[in-house]
């Protein structure tokens, strides 16, 4: 497996920077595949989701959309795979960061009644915990 960054991710999905993202293309499309895939980790796939939004305006259903096709993409190995689409699940169906989605159920897959929190979106769900 190769590990991949948030910029080399962000390159490969948004085609912005003519040069960088022929080298995401190259390293991705014919550089990986299924038995040395490129991995993402849970804080790339938060930055890279955060990136989208706050920087090229992608709104939450292209969100969601994009992180399916991550995960349909055989070059590419998400970190805990089940954890993720249980998360794109949660912030596909509420109000809430994709962010806060992945916090609440990494956490609860790793036996956590509740996450305690201090933002009021997140305290609605079943997940979290207002304090």
């Known amino acids: 497996m190769i590990g991949l960054d948030t910029n ?3 390159r490969y999905l948004v085609q912005d920077d003519k040069t960088q993202a022929a080298k995401a293309n190259k390293l991705i499309e014919r550089n990986l595949t299924k038995d040395i895939p490129g991995f993402i980790n849970h804080i790339t796939l938060v930055e890279a989701v955060w990136v989208l939004e706050s920087c090229y ?3 939450k259903q292209e969100i969601a959309r994009i992180i399916e096709q991550i995960v349909s993409t ?3 190995y998400l970190q805990e795979i089940e954890i993720v689409l249980k998360a794109l699940r949660v ?3 509420n109000n809430i960061d994709f962010a806060d989605a992945l916090i609440g159920t990494i956490n609860q897959a790793f036996g956590c009644d509740k996450t305690y929190t ?3 979106k997140p305290a609605k769900l079943e997940l979290f915990e207002g304090l």
Do not use: A, C, E, N
Request: net charge positive; glycine share 0%; hydrophobic share 45%.
């Open 118 to 120: 201090f933002d009021k």
């Open 8 to 10: 080399v991710l962000i």
């Open 74 to 76: 055989k070059q590419l």
């Open 57 to 59: 305006d992608v709104k």
């Open 91 to 93: 912030f596909r169906s």
